[in-house]
């Protein structure tokens, strides 16, 4: 929260030396934007009265440092306006920008990141931006926990500029955060965000631009095609798994589908506090992973529009399929080194006992994890899940090395 502050302090500070000496209104429209999903807690004393809860307070605590202000200014007694989601609050800059704080009651909106999407797209881009400037408007997305700088931003506003089909470019995150989960994951970022970004830009375009910090053209996303689709409520497991686990991959593919590009700019960089215990890592991937293969899915199912859009050429598609087919058979393929490995073991340590199992046996010792990790992943809630995991990684064998001294 403070690190997305600070950035957007930061981008506060450039733009007013950037056009030092001149009429900031004449000047492009900067404006913020916050939206807290369940944000208001009831009072206890009027069932009809809403109070901020700890994250929002803390949010008004921290910007009342960082403006250098008393913390009494931001109180939310006497600034807060009712609005159909909950409440609003309008905050100001120190060089006179203005940050709107969205204040959502789960009551009365949905939550998740998608209706909060659909918050900017509906309101902002539909009530404060006049239809003839929506080419000239961008909307740039970031999560609550990045930290960037005013020239990143700006590297993002200079391709679009210079590129008026693309629809929406992404820019490079690198993770934030200590310890070994952090580590494998600036590992998985360098492979999976920087090259193969960096490929699909190169050979057609981006299949999934970032929530946390990606910049989109407002003509784009106040299209017919992707608004309308955007709105719809999920109606099966596979929707929701699309719509509402991969809802960055699910707007770049209607984007995509509308006939706009997409890219990724290396030179706009943006850090992001990344998970550092496992229960969180653990959430995270079991919402990312099979959200990602239904939208990989959504992609081949797709693409004969995509085709004729020119979103991408046969070979990137080729490409694609290959990866697809590769994340669905990986599991059969550990499974398969592992009986490999069970038979090379069985086959060196009956020798020297003289019994070996049978095939039957080899296959119910590997299926048996397997069967209990699929029906705990059906079955049992995921709390219990990740004590599992937990339980599973501290009672691992530990392998002992002794020192020899001369």
């Not at 020239?151 to 955060?177: F, T």
């Not at 990606?214 to 497991?237: C, E, H, P």
């Amino acid at each position: 929260m403070r690190t997305l502050l600070e950035s957007l302090f930061r981008c506060d500070s450039e733009r007013a030396l950037r056009y030092k000496g001149s009429n900031l209104d004449a000047a492009a429209d900067f404006e913020v934007h916050v939206i807290f999903d369940d944000a208001l807690v009831s009072s206890g004393c009027r069932r009809d009265h809403s109070i901020l809860n700890e994250f929002a307070e803390n949010f008004l605590k921290v910007f009342s440092t960082l403006s250098r202000r008393d913390a009494t200014v931001y109180d939310a007694s006497g600034r807060s306006e009712a609005t159909p989601y909950g409440q609003r609050q309008k905050l100001r800059f120190p060089h006179g920008h203005t940050l709107t704080l969205h204040l959502k009651d789960k009551n009365k909106i949905r939550n998740k990141k998608r209706w909060s999407q659909v918050m900017y797209m509906c309101y902002i881009l539909d009530h404060r931006v006049h239809s003839s400037n929506h080419d000239n408007t961008y909307i740039l997305a970031v999560d609550g926990d990045v930290s960037f700088q005013p020239a990143s931003m700006l590297h993002l506003v200079s391709n679009m500029e210079s590129n008026p089909d693309l629809g929406g470019i992404c820019g490079r995150i690198q993770p934030m955060g200590k310890g070994p989960i952090v580590w494998f994951q600036i590992i998985e970022y360098a492979i999976s965000h920087w090259l193969y970004k960096t490929t699909e830009s190169m050979v057609g375009n981006v299949f999934c631009l970032p929530g946390c910090f990606s910049l989109y053209r407002a003509r784009a996303l106040m299209n017919d095609g992707v608004k309308d689709t955007f709105v719809t409520q999920t109606k099966s497991g596979a929707e929701y798994l699309i719509r509402d686990q991969g809802e960055d991959r699910w707007l770049t593919s209607l984007i995509l589908k509308q006939g706009f590009g997409t890219g990724y700019c290396a030179d706009a960089l943006a850090s992001t506090h990344a998970p550092e215990h496992l229960p969180e890592f653990y959430r995270q991937r079991r919402r990312w992973t099979p959200s990602s293969f239904y939208s990989n899915l959504l992609y081949i199912k797709d693409v004969k529009p995509l085709l004729q859009r020119n979103c991408f050429g046969i070979w990137f598609l080729i490409y694609h399929i290959i990866i697809t087919l590769c994340g669905a058979f990986t599991p059969g393929f550990i499974f398969l080194v592992v009986i490999q490995g069970v038979l090379v073991a069985n086959k060196a340590i009956g020798d020297r006992i003289g019994h070996h199992l049978s095939m039957w046996h080899i296959y119910l010792i590997v299926s048996t994890p397997l069967v209990f990790f699929i029906a705990t992943c059906l079955c049992c809630k995921e709390r219990l899940q990740v004590n599992l995991k937990i339980f599973t990684i501290q009672n691992k064998p530990q392998i002992v090395r002794t020192k020899s001294f001369q």
